[in-house]
């Protein structure tokens, strides 16, 4: 592991979720009378949520034939109250300050995170993907960018210049961060995923969400999940470069990207389940 | 391989003349290899008769394998008098606190601490140690094969599957078949009952043809209704499960603390009346009872 990895793996360790979700999930947990329906919403919606969540899940059960790859499988496994109880740790280490020193806006983040993790899911669907396995679908565009929350949050200085460098020079985000940092935001999400024993296939999500060099449909969703909610412009992670579908992508969707977001109809409704995953 | 139940009720201890017959320690199972190896499922209160027995045979050697720990599986631990004699070994299994991290020690640790327990754990006798049972990952206690299953429950729990002696026999501890959180309007709704399914089918595919099932049982449909999501089996599921598996005994335990021995003959009745068709024999759990397979 390289310095750079080191460090930020102690900084994900400290990470704060949203503050939606830390108020809600301790409303909740407060009400006997509340669903667990409510209380899964909550987390799902929520990538620093669900990715420790799922981190402590995974770390702990790491022999499991079959990973834990999202809040429905985990719960499935070990019941709501031990959810709920990982749910409340999180939300005790406090809420995320949505003014951070990055000046990086994380209200929209959350609605990128939330429309690709919506879009990547609906592309599942149409590729027939299994129902029970589309939530991994979900899970995978929730979390691909979520090295750039943690870079926003302690690394304000440096990610700040990597987010000015990319959109004075129109420059790939990712491409900027290594450059100032010594690592990206995908390459520190797929770190973190294998450390903390997360599926094989979500670490390749989040690693190869730029590239689709041998990425399997997991993969390829979500690069095509996060190239419709850019140029659809549903929320915002600063990276203004929007990629074409590589010719392998044509045509396993069988369409260019534009043909694509056409084909999925009316973006205002994705748009408006985008919102109430926002507000859950 | 032979088995003794040495509690079988859940929650709390019910003693008392409502109770005489089935018994009101709370749950603790002794098995025996061929090889006469010492196997006990869960420390509840009947762990303390179970060891009163084995003071005469000191040396021990015992195995506690504990699915986990709420109270009523790990009570009788500090008044197992053996762990405080020198020469004798115990080795105590179970998960690990998602939270903490810690392993099974903390059954004992927290008992032991000094409001609540006269003694601590550091002053224990008898060679205590602890090991960490993981998903999935077989392990062995001389010829016998355990197999651990996450199962469902409020707080991480284990089943066991033990093979030998070319006999086979599963203990739920506390299990709950997670109930679908949505309804059918919702669009999540048919992707989690998939889930279920899945997880119901894996775990069946591990408990396959066991001879024994010893199932946590402690309502009835009707009771059932208001207890959802207590981490509580009912008779039914818990013949449903035995028929899918193939099993050839199915015991009902963890005993609802308010059942009268009266209660559970009539339920008992009831049950054998509406299943006599069922290839699986039925029994309900008892204090005492011995079982050799
Ligand atoms: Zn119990
Ligand atoms: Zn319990």
Redesign the pocket.
């Known amino acids: 592991m390289t310095d750079a990895e080191a460090k930020f793996i102690t900084y994900v360790e400290r990470m704060p979720a949203f503050p939606k979700s830390v108020h809600k999930v301790i409303q909740l947990a407060a009400n006997v009378d509340s669903s667990a329906k409510d209380m899964v919403a909550v987390i799902e919606s929520d990538p620093v949520m669900t990715i420790k969540i799922l981190k402590v899940i995974n770390s702990a059960f790491y022999s499991l034939p079959q990973k834990i790859t999202s809040i429905q499988r985990a719960l499935v496994h070990i019941g709501m109250n031990t959810i709920k109880n990982l749910a409340l740790s999180v939300a005790a280490i406090g809420v995320l300050n949505p003014h951070n020193k990055a000046e990086f806006d994380t209200g929209l983040f959350l609605e990128h995170s939330l429309a690709v993790a919506v879009l990547s899911k609906k592309l599942a669907e149409r590729m027939g993907v299994p129902l029970m396995y589309s939530s991994d679908y979900f899970v995978a565009g929730l979390l691909h960018d979520f090295g750039k929350i943690v870079f926003a949050e302690f690394m304000p200085h440096e990610f700040k210049l990597a987010l000015q460098q990319s959109k004075e020079h129109q420059i790939d985000l990712h491409l900027a961060e290594l450059e100032i940092m010594g690592i990206n935001h995908a390459q520190a999400g797929r770190m973190l995923a294998l450390k903390w024993e997360l599926a094989e296939n979500l670490a390749n999500a989040i690693d190869l969400h730029h590239s689709v060099a041998q990425g399997d449909l997991l993969v390829n969703c979500v690069f095509a999940a996060n190239q419709i909610a850019k140029k659809c412009h549903i929320g915002s992670a600063g990276n203004p470069i929007i990629d074409a579908l590589p010719a392998e992508l044509i045509s396993l969707f069988g369409m260019s990207l534009d043909e694509l977001i056409i084909s999925l109809g009316d973006m205002s409704l994705i748009k408006a389940e985008v919102q109430q995953f926002m507000q859950a | 391989m032979k088995f003794k139940f040495w509690g079988v009720r859940?929650?709390i201890p019910t003693p008392g003349a409502q109770t005489n017959k089935y018994g009101g320690n709370t749950t603790c199972i002794e098995i025996r290899t061929a090889n006469d190896d010492l196997i006990i499922f869960d420390a509840g209160t009947g762990i303390h008769q179970l060891m009163q027995t084995l003071l005469p045979q000191m040396p021990i050697d015992a195995h506690i394998l504990i699915?986990?720990t709420?109270w009523?599986?790990i009570h009788g631990l500090p008044f197992c008098m053996p762990i405080y004699i020198p020469g004798n070994k115990l080795t105590i299994y179970g998960g690990q606190d998602l939270k903490t991290g810690e392993g099974i020690e903390r059954a004992l640790k927290v008992q032991m601490q000094h409001s609540f327990f006269p003694i601590a754990e550091s002053e224990l006798k008898a060679e205590v140690s602890y090991k960490t049972v993981k998903v999935g990952e077989k392990f062995f206690i001389a010829d016998a094969t355990i197999t651990p299953v996450l199962l469902n429950?409020?707080?991480i729990?284990f089943g066991y599957r033990i093979d030998c002696d070319g006999k086979s026999l599963f203990f739920t501890?506390?299990y709950e078949q997670q109930v679908n959180i949505y309804t059918p309007e919702d669009r999540e709704y048919l992707e989690f009952e998939q889930m279920i399914e899945a997880y119901v089918d894996s775990l069946v595919s591990i408990i396959r043809d066991v001879d024994v099932l010893i199932i946590d049982s402690s309502f009835t449909d009707q009771e059932y209704q208001h207890k959802k999501n207590w981490?509580?089996g009912t008779y039914t599921a818990a013949i449903k499960l035995a028929e899918k598996v193939g099993a050839k005994k199915l015991f009902f335990t963890h005993h609802e603390p308010t059942r009268s021995d009266a209660a559970l003959d009539a339920i008992y009745e009831e049950l054998l009346k509406n299943n006599q068709e069922l290839v699986c024999e039925l029994f309900v759990a008892q204090e005492g009872l011995e079982v050799k397979l």
């Open positions: 859940g929650s699915t986990h709420h009523d599986h429950h409020p707080v729990n501890g506390d981490g509580h």
